[in-house]
């Protein structure tokens, strides 16, 4: 019984109710139209005082309803936001997005002439039925205190008729409750089907999160490789300034320039990588670095951090393509930035840039020595390496032999230029 009353009574169902008197609100403009057409049509001067009359002009408002959803397609937008807010439906079953596909235009016109024909029933029954009801229960009151029953029939005046009509009264506001309750509940579980996402709605939103994530992941890609190289050079720079303080001082001066020259790049590198968020480079961000403007700054700051290096171009910077151009100095960055995480700066490493096939390759090798097990949880850079090589159409070998490290990568020179 109590779960009953709640059906009928409960919060649920009473802002229900107030959804379907808003479809009634919503229909009245559609039913005087319907009245202009159907007053000449039945040579009826006052729609309001026929019955048929305003019921032919409800129906032939509906379907004019129905058009104008198909017709504006924010209509979904505006139907959806009602329902989530006053018929209890997750908002992830809805779509907010006005409808633009044949099938969705389809749906919010078969939504809106349900919620404005359900809406216009229950309006008017909850316009009709509580003041019958009132009189149905002060009936015997009237006849107690009166001559008469003021025009009703006169076999209403029976004792056990009176005694009855309070009874009827709350049985129509009991069938006025069941009816709201019946037809706001049926308005919710159609809701999703009707104001849900379409297949099309739901590809679109699979696609704008392919790309999110892509931007994320090419954010990530951009963070670690170039914040990271930094902080591991600084790193470095700072250990090997801080050993021989006080018996070369020139070298820890030049670690120090070092040092502030890789920082204040860096915060250049991160404007940049924080303008792949943005919609366009703002005016005045740093430029992402490449190949041909900075590999010989990558190379002085990574030596001035105590590690020797030793490079060999056999290409020109110059002919790459600006992404190629601009992934092949990530990559080659975030090589050298594990030597100098893995392998220290006791040892020696080998760059070597050239064309062969139609493909840029890049090869990096060091010796193998005990401090050049990859530190736990690590992995991360070979990985972004391995992510950049493949949206460029390239390959990556990367593994020691012979007691030597060796990481080789091969980009084609023609392939994709926009890399996600």
């Known amino acids: 019984m109590r779960e009953f009353a709640r059906f009928l009574f409960g919060r649920r169902t009473r802002r229900r109710w107030i959804h379907l008197i808003l479809g009634g609100a919503l229909a ?4 005087f139209v319907g009245q202009i057409i159907v007053g000449p049509a039945l040579d009826s001067r006052y729609v309001f005082a026929d019955i048929r009359a305003q019921l032919l002009s409800f129906a032939v408002g509906l379907p004019l309803a129905a058009l104008t959803a198909a017709l504006f397609p924010l209509t979904r937008s505006l139907e959806a936001g009602a329902v989530r807010s006053l018929c209890g439906v997750d908002a992830e079953r809805l779509s907010y997005s006005p409808a633009r596909s044949r099938v969705a235009k389809r749906r919010s016109a078969a939504w809106f002439t349900l919620h404005l024909g359900f809406g216009g029933i229950i309006s008017g029954m909850s316009l009709a039925v509580p003041p019958l009801a009132g009189v149905l229960i002060a009936l015997p009151v009237v006849a107690v205190f009166s001559d008469g029953l003021l025009g009703l029939p006169a076999a209403w005046d029976r004792p056990w008729v009176l005694a009855l009509m309070p009874f009827a009264g709350a049985a129509f506001l009991v069938a006025l409750a069941a009816c709201a309750a019946a037809a706001g509940t049926l308005l919710a579980r159609w809701a999703p089907t009707l ?34 190289h930094a902080l591991s050079a600084v790193t470095l720079q700072a250990s090997a300034a801080r050993r021989v303080l006080d018996s070369d001082p020139e070298f820890v001066r030049e670690a120090l320039a070092a040092i502030e020259d890789t920082t204040r790049r860096t915060v250049g590198e991160l404007d940049a990588v924080l303008g792949v968020l943005r919609e366009g480079d703002a005016p005045g961000t740093a430029p992402a670095p ?22 060999s171009v056999d290409a020109d910077p110059e002919a790459l393509a600006p992404v190629l151009s601009r992934e092949a100095y990530r990559i080659v960055q975030e090589g050298l930035s594990n030597a100098l995480k893995h392998a220290g700066d006791q040892v020696t490493v080998s760059l070597r840039i050239g064309i062969a096939d139609g493909h840029l390759e890049i090869t990096l090798e060091n010796p193998l020595t005990s401090a050049s097990p990859c530190r736990p949880g690590g992995g991360h850079g070979l990985r972004g390496i391995a992510d950049r090589a493949r949206l460029l159409g390239g390959t990556v070998a990367a593994g020691a032999e012979a007691g030597t ?6 980009l084609p020179i023609k392939g994709p230029t926009s890399p996600r």
């Open 195 to 228: 104001l849900g996402p379409t297949p099309e709605d739901r590809l679109a939103a699979a696609e704008a999160r392919a790309a999110d994530l892509a931007v994320r992941n090419r954010l990530a890609r951009e963070l670690h490789d170039s914040v990271g």
């Open 290 to 311: 490449t190949l041909v403007a900075d590999l010989d700054g990558l190379l002085r700051r990574t030596k001035a951090g105590g590690l020797r290096v030793t490079a």
């Open 28 to 31: 009245m403009p559609y039913v």
């Open 405 to 410: 490290w060796r990481l080789h990568v091969r």
